[in-house]
C-alpha cells in the first residue's frame, strides 16, 4: 500500500519567489505521481503527472515537479509565484497495479503582495 | 474539462435522515470514485466503481454505500446521516485500465452536505 506525506500544511510566498512544496511517498512499486490544485469551492486540477521516462516533468501554469527515486520525493516548485497561485495542492500517488489513487493532505499556499 | 456534474452542490440535512448523492459523467469513462475531503486529511476514497454494477470499498466506507446502474451515473447514499459525515464530497472518473495508463482523474465540482 502506498502513502503520501506533505511537509508543511501553509505556505506562504512573496510575489515573484520561489514556491516549493514537498511531498514524500512511500510505496513497494515504481509509482506514478501527480500534482493536483484546487481553488477556492472549486474541483480538483491536474497540475502535472509522473508516470515514467524523465524524471523532470512540467505542468501547467509553469510548474514543474522532479521525481527523485532514492529520497522517494516528489516535490513542487515554480521560479516565480503569481497572485494566482493562491490555492490548496494535493500530492498523490498510485501503482501501476492499481487504479486507485492516495492523497496527502494537502498544502494551502498563499501569495504576499 | 471532463463532463462530470454533481447534484445537489449543496445540502443541508438533520442526523438520522437518509442523503443521496448523485455523480453524473457525460465522458462514458469505466471507472467511477467518491471521495471526501476533511481539514487536514486530503482526499480519502469512500467507494469505487469499475463498471457498471461493480463498486468496491475505499478507506472510509462505513456509513455509505453505493449504486451504479449506468455508466454515466454513480449515486452515494448515507443511509442515516450523522454529524461526522458533514463534509465535502468530490466524485472523480477516470478512464484507467488496470497496468496499462496512468490513473490520471478528473474531479467533479463537489458537493458540500452538513449534518445537524
Known amino acids: 500500500a502506498q502513502s503520501v506525506t506533505q511537509l508543511g500544511s501553509h505556505v506562504s510566498v512573496s510575489e515573484g519567489a520561489l514556491v516549493l512544496l514537498r511531498c514524500n511517498y512511500s510505496?513497494?512499486?515504481?509509482?506514478?505521481l501527480f500534482w493536483y490544485v484546487q481553488y477556492p469551492n472549486q474541483g480538483l486540477q491536474l497540475l502535472l503527472k509522473?508516470?515514467?521516462?524523465?524524471?523532470l516533468v512540467k505542468g501547467i501554469n509553469g510548474f514543474e515537479a522532479e521525481f527523485k527515486k532514492s529520497e522517494t520525493s516528489f516535490h513542487l516548485t515554480k521560479p516565480s509565484a503569481h497572485m494566482s497561485d493562491a490555492a490548496e495542492y494535493f500530492c498523490?500517488?498510485?501503482?501501476?497495479?492499481?487504479?486507485?489513487?492516495?492523497f496527502g493532505a494537502g498544502t494551502t499556499v498563499t501569495v504576499r503582495a | 474539462d471532463a463532463g462530470i456534474t454533481q447534484s445537489p452542490r449543496h445540502k443541508v440535512t438533520e442526523t438520522g435522515t437518509p442523503v443521496t448523492l448523485r455523480c453524473h459523467q457525460t465522458?462514458?469513462?469505466?471507472?467511477m470514485y467518491w471521495y471526501r475531503q476533511d481539514p487536514g486529511h486530503g482526499l480519502r476514497l469512500i467507494h469505487y466503481?469499475?463498471?457498471?454494477?461493480?463498486?468496491d470499498k475505499g478507506e472510509v466506507s462505513d456509513g455509505y454505500s453505493v449504486s451504479r446502474s449506468k455508466t454515466e451515473d454513480f449515486l452515494l447514499t448515507l443511509e442515516s446521516a450523522t454529524s461526522s459525515q458533514t463534509s465535502v464530497y468530490f466524485c472523480?472518473?477516470?478512464?484507467?485500465?488496470?497496468?496499462?495508463?496512468?490513473?490520471?482523474?478528473?474531479f467533479g465540482p463537489g458537493t458540500r452536505l452538513t449534518v445537524l
Open positions: 510505496s513497494s512499486v515504481p509509482p506514478y
Open positions: 509522473y508516470t515514467t521516462g524523465a524524471t
Open positions: 466503481s469499475y463498471g457498471v454494477k461493480d463498486t
Open positions: 465522458e462514458n469513462h469505466r471507472y
Open positions: 498523490a500517488v498510485s501503482e501501476a497495479s492499481d487504479y486507485k489513487l492516495s
Open positions: 472523480a472518473i477516470s478512464e484507467s485500465e488496470r497496468g496499462t495508463s496512468y490513473n490520471e482523474q478528473f
